[in-house]
């Protein structure tokens, strides 16, 4: 059963920083892609960054490349998101996520808050 948690939401200044973490159990992630999503209210679920846990690929939507980061620890089977230069437009609910091979997006976590104020 895989399950992920996510932790380190919070509420910060615009141009400010966070760090989300994902913890993920249940199975080995070698060949498991990683991913971060959003939802903000009112809108619909988005993607937002991920990586190949083997690989180590990344992949960036367009709104945070050069300001979001994600990153992963083997040894504690965590993936990150260090969220630099925050902005109010990222306030959302942020989800990790797992998909295997091309099966997509199959586990999700229960997702954390992450509000910017200007």
């Known amino acids: 059963q895989v399950q992920l948690v996510e932790s380190g939401g919070g509420l910060v200044q615009a141009g400010g920083s966070l760090r989300l973490s994902c913890a993920a159990s249940?199975?080995?992630?070698?060949?498991?892609?990683m991913g971060w999503f959003r939802q903000a209210p009112g809108k619909e679920r988005e993607f937002v960054i991920s990586?190949?846990?083997?690989?180590?690929?990344?992949y960036y939507a367009d709104s945070v490349k050069g300001r979001f980061t994600i990153s992963r620890d083997n040894a504690k089977n965590t993936v990150y998101l260090q969220m630099n230069s925050l902005k109010p437009e990222d306030t959302a609910v942020y989800y990790c996520?797992?998909?295997?091979?091309?099966?997509?997006?199959?586990?999700w976590g229960q997702g954390t808050q992450v509000t910017v104020s200007s």
């Open positions: 996520a797992a998909s295997y091979k091309s099966e997509g997006y199959k586990y």
């Open positions: 249940g199975r080995t992630f070698s060949g498991y892609k």
């Open positions: 990586i190949h846990w083997s690989e180590g690929i990344t």
